[in-house]
Every structure is written in C-alpha cells, then in structure tokens.
C-alpha cells in the first residue's frame, strides 16, 4: 500500500510540473522592423558610378549602442544614395562616406527615497551624431566638387519601459534622423552640386 502511494505521488507530481510548463507562455520572438528607405525623387548626377564607403567603426563597447539597435544610423545612412542618387554617366564619379554615425547612451539620475517609488524618471538619454561627406571624383582622384551633412538627435527614456518598446524608440529615433539627413542632403547637394545635376 504505501508503494501505490508512492506511486501515485510521483505521478500527480510529474502531471503538476507538466501542467505548469504547459502554462508558461514562451518568450516573444524578436520584433522585426523594415528598412529604413527613402522615397524622393531620385537626384541624376553626371557621374559614372556612386562609391559608398562606410568610414565609422563601431567602438561595440558602452556607452556607445548603436550595434544593439534594430538598425542602425550607419546602416540607414548607407541606404540613402541607393534611393537618392542616380547616374547619368561619365567619366567623374561619386563619393558618398559615412563618416561618423555613432549613438551614446548616458544614465541619468534617479529620484531617491519614498518619492522615488512614486516617480517615473527618464532613465536614459541617447545622443547621436551623423556625418556624411558626398565628393564629385575625377578621372585622377581629385575631388571637384563637396557637400556634407551633420544630424543631430538627442532623446531620453523612462525607467519603466519593456526592451520592445526601448526597440521602438530606437528605431523610430533613427527614422527622425533619416528625416532630417534626407532634407539636409537634398538641400546641399541641390545648392552646391548644381552643375553636377542632371533634371
């Protein structure tokens, strides 16, 4: 008798551990976001080729996070003279460099004591700096004509927020900047690389 006990124990403890791990829901899989592109008319220029080159390293160490972002302001970046720019043949080329597109991330200070249980803080602050230089390239190498562009943003979280939505913010922070690294380009380019385009 005390063995079919026993018995019987072992089995609605393995049918209790069963039905617990039928309960725990398995992790969400990882959100997936879609390029970044850009869609304006595309600007022809009397060149050959259009040579990206993709400068920045990423340090891959804190305080910088721009690795861990769902994309990245180098890999946005990258995209914009394959939506952007066209050719039109001959003998120049162009040179589009990424040439700093890093993101940093500063922790900030807390509310202590009894108010701090009863206040949400920004947690995080992200800085992000882009820089991209487009050069006009003869036949020799010499650059016949430039323009760049620096982007800018900066934005804080707040503590309590889940990884998903962290992911969010940071892929719609990198679309604010393909915003305005779109506007800033096309202005440049349509100002000082005029004679280069072909309408």
Not at 5 to 10: A, C, I, M, Q, Y
Not at 95 to 105: I, P, S
Not at 178 to 183: E, H
């Amino acid at each position: 008798m005390p063995r079919q006990s026993s018995r019987l124990l072992l089995a609605a403890a393995a049918l209790f551990v069963t039905l617990l791990a039928g309960c725990a829901s398995p992790p969400p899989p990882p959100q997936r976001f879609p390029e970044i592109t850009f869609s304006g008319a595309p600007i022809r220029l009397t060149v050959g080729a259009v040579e990206i080159v993709e400068a920045y390293t990423p340090p891959l160490t804190a305080p910088h996070i721009e690795h861990l972002m769902p994309i990245s302001p180098e890999r946005m970046a990258a995209r914009w003279p394959k939506d952007r720019l066209a050719t039109a043949g001959g003998p120049l080329r162009a040179r589009y460099t990424v040439k700093q597109a890093g993101v940093t991330e500063t922790q900030l200070p807390r509310t202590e004591g009894i108010r701090g249980a009863f206040t949400t803080d920004q947690a995080q602050r992200y800085d992000a700096v882009l820089e991209i230089a487009l050069d006009i390239v003869d036949e020799r190498g010499f650059a016949v004509g430039t323009v760049s562009a620096h982007v800018e943003r900066r934005q804080s979280v707040a503590e309590n927020i889940t990884l998903a939505q962290r992911d969010e913010i940071w892929y719609g922070f990198v679309q604010g900047m393909a915003k305005d690294l779109d506007a800033e380009l096309d202005k440049n380019i349509k100002a000082s690389l005029a004679r280069f385009i072909v309408y």
